[in-house]
């Protein structure tokens, strides 16, 4: 061990005011009341950590008591400002209120306030970490600190001046020491890394300086561990900051989030892999992740001549995070960001981080039902115009669209509108033909839903399978994953294309068992469960397959569906006065749009924003 070796940022601590990095204001003002001779007796330094709260009130302290002083510049040669560099506490005592912080520790102080200094001007007190002394000693020191002896000046450093007494803050002339900005940050640590012969990038000093939050403490320490790395051939770059620090590279970043926006789970999972079995902590990677979407998000909102002092990136990875974020609009980054956060602070909770790690890059990988804001506004002009035009329903679930209920005529009034693009319904009788029970029995006609098909079926007895999956992550795995094939007594059919999920999901895997047992509850029996991969020919079956469904009458999906009332004299007279502009104009139109009603059950088979839009529509989806 050198006992010779003195840490960078205690070597390279200012003695001089002026040498004070960043703190113009501070400077300033310091530096004319030694000047013009108005010292007060208590000043308070509040600052996060790391800014020069300590160093200015010793180099204050130096000032004052300097044999050649007062003065702006101590000449750090005499006895006095020896003493203070080196921390020796004869008139200028430097306590520790994190470990003096009782009512006996106050009352030391109280009785040594009365003593004169022994070679310097003024006995000078500076209290470090003020917050942490108690309600008591804050109450004992209280009398002193508003009348000390003329000889006596206390400085008091706190990093969370909140906690301080309003009592002993307005004794005391308050300085604010602000978060050093990156470039005066950069530009002293290449005056230590020039002055050491440490061999550094400059991309990596500023990278440094945008992730020490403004401390230049934290900055010179970590400069300092990276000199060990230095050599005349290699410089010191951004990478192997990061294999110091433990983070993520970019590249590796980079190719995970390319993932997540093209919405390619099996890609985005493998990308994972790779990062964790690189021997990354699940929450270190989400944690680097959603700081690389935070930078995503300024460059998307930002110019790049904006956004380079904002990230902690060079020009090559900010063109390289446009081009990424090319085919994204700014509500998707934020719902990202936001659903990265919220899996954050799920990790801190869970037994289980991992899981919860693949089930969080999933449900981001889900962008492909997150419909651009664009694409809303559109669907919500062509609605509130009555135009006809074919949309797309973007869920993977997508279902034969079924006639409209005539009594939703009523509950959206643009249908009348839209209702025009219909063909004239052979069923509808005009009210001088028919009498009015009997138009009630044709529009009862009209609104009976007619039977499901077998993929209905499938899928209403996918939903209650799901409901019936007792762990929420595999619940939530199977909705991203599975599709079933086939759902009777005897047999379900369940097809997973990702290896890993495919080998969880299997009778050897550990997640088989939830499938059984939400099997039993769904049939009452206890059909054969069979998870496989995809087959040629699966396909032509997906949500449309015309496998034989045996279920009960009591599972049947019209009885799932919500009872539509039946229609009163206003809808029928409603639906009535909309026929006849529509007998004008039957023989010229085409039909251009179809509805679809949508059961609280299938909205387990989209996204939240899906179901956002389906409820902003009234639970329709135009086909």
């Known amino acids: 061990m050198n006992k010779n070796y003195i840490p960078l940022y205690r070597k390279y601590r200012p003695q001089k005011i002026e040498e004070i990095v960043g703190q113009e204001h501070i400077k300033k003002a310091l530096s004319n009341a030694i ?22 009130a010793r180099i204050f302290a130096k000032s004052l008591n300097c044999e050649k002083g007062p003065t702006v510049s101590p000449c750090n040669e005499c006895e006095n400002c020896k003493n203070i560099t080196n921390a020796i506490p004869i008139d200028v005592i430097e306590i520790d209120a994190a470990s003096n912080r009782s009512v006996s520790d106050a009352e030391e102080i109280i009785q040594n306030v009365a003593m004169s200094p022994v070679h310097s001007r003024y006995k000078i007190y500076i209290i470090d970490e003020v917050h942490m002394l108690t309600t008591t000693a804050f109450n004992a020191l209280l ?41 005066d940050i950069s530009k002293h640590l290449r005056y230590i890394s020039d002055k050491e012969g440490i061999n550094i990038e400059d991309d990596a000093l500023t990278y440094i300086a945008q992730n020490s939050a403004g401390g230049m403490r934290d900055s010179i ?34 190719a995970l989030f390319s993932a997540i926006v093209s919405s390619n789970q099996n890609e985005a999972l493998n990308k994972l892999n ?18 690389y979407m935070r930078n995503a998000l300024i460059i998307k909102s930002l110019e790049a001549k904006n956004s380079t002092d904002v990230v902690s990136l ?28 919220n899996y954050t602070k799920e990790l801190k909770l869970t037994s289980e ?30 609605l509130e115009a009555g135009t006809s035009h074919k949309m797309v329903n973007v869920s993977a679930y997508n279902t034969p669209p079924s006639p409209v209920l005539k009594s939703e005529i009523k509950a959206q009034p643009q249908m009348k509108e839209i209702i025009k693009t219909e063909e004239k319904p052979e069923k509808f009788i005009k009210p001088e033909k028919q009498s009015v029970s009997e138009v009630k029995e044709k529009e009862q006609e009209l609104i009976e839903v007619p039977k499901s098909s077998s993929s209905d079926n499938i899928k209403t007895l996918w939903v209650s399978f799901l409901d019936n999956i007792s762990s929420f992550p595999s619940r939530a795995i199977l909705k991203q994953q599975a599709v079933p094939v086939k759902m009777s007594k005897q047999e379900i059919v369940i097809v997973i294309k990702n290896e890993t999920w495919l080998k969880n999901f299997s009778p050897d895997g550990e997640r088989y068992a939830y499938l059984v047992e939400s099997a039993k509850k ?46 009163t004299k206003e809808d029928i007279d409603d639906a009535l006065s ?43 989806l135009i086909e």
């Open 314 to 341: 060079n020009k090559e990875q900010i063109k390289k995070l446009e081009k990424l974020t090319e085919n994204i609009e700014v509500h998707q980054l934020v719902a990202l960001i936001d659903k990265c956060a």
């Open 221 to 254: 320490a970590l400069l300092d561990q990276l000199s060990v790395l230095s050599s005349s051939e290699d410089k010191i770059s951004v990478d192997d900051i990061n294999r110091i620090l433990g983070r993520l590279s970019f590249e590796s970043l980079s």
């Open 353 to 382: 981080p991992k899981l919860w790690l693949d089930v969080a890059i999933l449900d981001m990988s889900n962008l492909a039902e997150n419909t651009k804001l664009t694409d809303l506004q559109k669907r919500i002009e062509m």
């Open 522 to 567: 769904v049939f009452d029996s206890e059909p054969k469960v069979i998870v496989r991969g995809p087959k040629s020919g699966d396909e032509k079956l997906d949500m449309d397959t015309e496998s034989v469904v045996e279920t009960s009458q009591k599972d049947s999906p019209r009885q799932l569906i919500e009872q539509t009332p039946s229609p």
């Open 578 to 620: 909309a026929e006849d502009d529509l007998s004008e104009q039957a023989n010229d139109e085409q039909k251009s749009t179809s509805y679809k009603t949508i059961s609280r059950a299938d909205s387990a088979y989209h996204s939240d924003n899906v179901n956002m839009v389906m409820d902003l529509f009234e639970g329709k």
């Open 143 to 183: 009398k002193t600190l508003e009348e000390p002896p003329a000889n006596v000046i206390f400085i008091l450093a706190t990093t969370e001046v909140h906690k301080v007494l309003d009592t002993i803050k307005s004794r005391c002339q308050r300085f604010d020491f602000k978060r050093i900005t990156t470039d």
């Open 35 to 56: 000047e013009s001779d108005r010292i007060s007796h208590a000043y308070l330094f509040t600052g996060p950590r790391g800014t020069g709260k300590t160093s200015t």
């Open 274 to 291: 790779d990062i964790y079995n690189s021997g990354n902590e699940p929450s270190q990677i989400l944690s680097n992740l959603l700081e």
